[in-house]
Each structure stands twice: as C-alpha cells, then as structure tokens.
C-alpha cells in the first residue's frame, strides 16, 4: 500500500481525509499546526509530524518514502495580507511540490478552491472548462489559482498531479465556514442579501475525503486534471441559514439588505480595518457578502464519470452531524 503525505492535517478536511485514508488501509503520515489534533491522530494510527511548511529544510525529511502528498495546507480566509496568502499558498506549494519530485513522490494532489469563479453575479451549472473571475474576489482565490497552474504545470510522466476544488465544506472541524456564520448571527442581527434566494451547494469533508481517495487510486487517469466538487443539493442561502441556525438555537433577526449599497459598506470596512493595529478581520468582508448574494452551483458531470465519485451526504446530514460534534466538544 502506498504511503500517503497529508499537510493541513489538523484542519477540518485535514482531519477527514487522514480518517478515510487509515479506513482504507493507507499507511498515513501527517503534518499539521493543531498539536492537540495531531495527538488525536497519532492515537488513530497516523504518523504525526509537526513541522513548518515554510521552513524548506525541513520538507525533505517530511515527504520521504512518500508516494502520494495531498497537500490541503493552506491560508484559508477572507481576510489577511496578500504577502502571507502568496508565501503559504503559493510559495510553500512550490517548494512542497519540488521536494516532492526529488524525492521520487509519485503523486501530488493540491487542494484548492471555487472561489476562483466567485464574481458579483450568479454563475450556475460551473464546469471544470468555465472561466475563472475576470477580477478574483480577493487574494486567497488569487493565490489559489496561481498555486493551481504551478502544480498542472509540474505533472510529468512519473509524477501525477491533480487538483480538486471542494465548494463550502462543512464538518465538526470546521475553522472557517460555519464559524464565520454563527459570530455574525449570534449578535442578534444578520444580513439577508437579494431575499436569501442566491444559490449554495454545501459539501461534507466526508465526501470530499472520498473524491480524494477516487483521485488516489487513479494517477494515471487522473494526471494533469482539476475537478470541481460539491454536495450537488443547491439550497437557497435562507434555507441554508434556517437550517444551521435551527441546529445552533440560534434565531438572529433576518435584515433584508440590498446588496450595491451593502458591498460599498464592507468595502469601506476593510479600507478601515486594514489600518487598524493588528488589521483585525471586519464584520463583514465584500467576498463573504458577494457569497450570500449570488448563485454559485456545479456540473458534477467530470467527477462523477470519470472519478465514478459522487455526494452521499446531503447538507442536512453535514450540519447536523457537525452541530452534534459542537454541542459534545465545542459547545458555543
């Protein structure tokens, strides 16, 4: 059996791909931030080792005897400076990848994201062949992307690479979705943009470990590809909302906002923010406003026939799962 790299292991995809990997037999070995979470794995039957991505000397010892790296590390956020999103995003796949090649890895799987779509406006059915933003939404999806064309770039004969895009993961160890949500919505008031009628597609860490796990066991096949994915239930942002503040207890006032003139607001908030001491996050930044407003939804059709992957979670099952896992370990 191959061994398996896992970056970003202490993350919420992190931590469920390193599930399903040892499920399969898979010998792991997995690096994250989260020490606490890495002993969780380590008592799983992973190999934990806590390194610094960033710290080049240290990456040929991490991807030894590796056969395939899925790389999930990463700056995800709405906010932060564009010289952090270009040194962990971009940079340290770069330099993660070349370590991988000299050390005979014969497989790297980059884990990136829709939001090089994201646009001020509905953009429905996405294929793996439809354009990316004219202008992207802020510089994670921009270093994103430059990641992404760095990896296809490097596959070659002997050394597959592939990258998958999950949409709006969700699962009990999620940093960056839901939590973002509920701090809104436990302030009492949250923003209802275009009368919540803007379309989302929810996805469970679960069924995007699994697209992993499809990629894995097809490098050939697969090589020199990107796949989209999502839980391929679009819901109405509030019916989303409805849903996961029902299962958090949570009933914020609903306030109808156009969304013009709510979007100059936030862009006014970050110019602010961003000279504030330690340029802490708004309330509210454009991107996650253009997320509640506009309809972003996919054609599985690539993942589907050629990884013969599909959902089996659909969003009510994620965010339940996930609000139980809370209520036990994290409770608000």
């Not at 989302?200 to 050939?220: C, F, G, H, M």
């Not at 906002?257 to 001491?277: C, D, F, Q």
Request: hydrophobic share 45%; proline share 7%; with cysteine.
């Amino acid at each position: 059996m191959r061994r398996v790299l896992v970056t970003g292991a202490t993350g919420g995809l992190g931590i469920a791909l390193v599930q399903a990997l040892l499920a399969q037999n898979y010998p792991v070995r997995a690096t994250g931030r989260r020490l606490a979470v890495g002993a969780r794995l380590r008592d799983a039957g992973a190999e934990f080792i806590a390194a610094d991505l960033s710290d080049k000397t240290r990456l040929p010892a991490l991807v030894a005897d590796t056969d395939i790296l899925i790389h999930a590390a990463a700056l995800s956020s709405p906010w932060g400076r564009r010289e952090d999103f270009q040194r962990i995003n971009v940079t340290i796949t770069r330099d993660l990848s070349a370590a991988a090649q000299i050390a005979g890895c014969k497989q790297f799987i980059f884990i990136s994201t829709p939001s090089i779509y994201s646009e001020p406006r509905d953009r429905l059915g996405l294929t793996e062949a439809s354009p990316v933003a004219e202008q992207f939404a802020n510089d994670y999806a921009a270093s994103k992307y430059a990641a992404e064309r760095f990896v296809l770039a490097a596959n070659q004969p002997g050394f597959a690479t592939v990258v998958l895009r999950p949409r709006a993961l969700v699962g009990p160890d999620d940093t960056v979705l839901l939590p973002r949500l509920l701090r809104v919505a436990e302030r009492g008031l949250f923003p209802l943009l275009r009368q919540g009628q803007a379309m989302i597609e929810l996805t469970d860490v679960r069924d995007a470990a699994n697209a992993v796990l499809a990629i894995a066991a097809q490098p050939r096949q697969t090589a020199g590809r990107s796949f989209n994915i999502s839980g391929g239930i679009p819901l109405s942002v509030a019916a989303a909302l409805s849903m996961v503040f029902a299962h958090f207890n949570l009933r914020p006032r609903l306030l109808a906002l156009p969304y013009a003139p709510t979007a100059r607001l936030g862009r006014l908030a970050e110019i602010i923010y961003a000279r504030l001491p330690g340029r802490p996050e708004p309330p509210a930044t454009v991107y996650t406003l253009s997320t509640l407003a506009f309809s972003q939804t996919f054609d599985l059709r690539a993942a589907r026939d050629e990884l013969g992957w599909q959902p089996r979670f659909t969003p009510a099952e994620a965010i339940a799962r996930t609000a139980a896992a809370w209520r036990q370990y994290a409770p608000l």
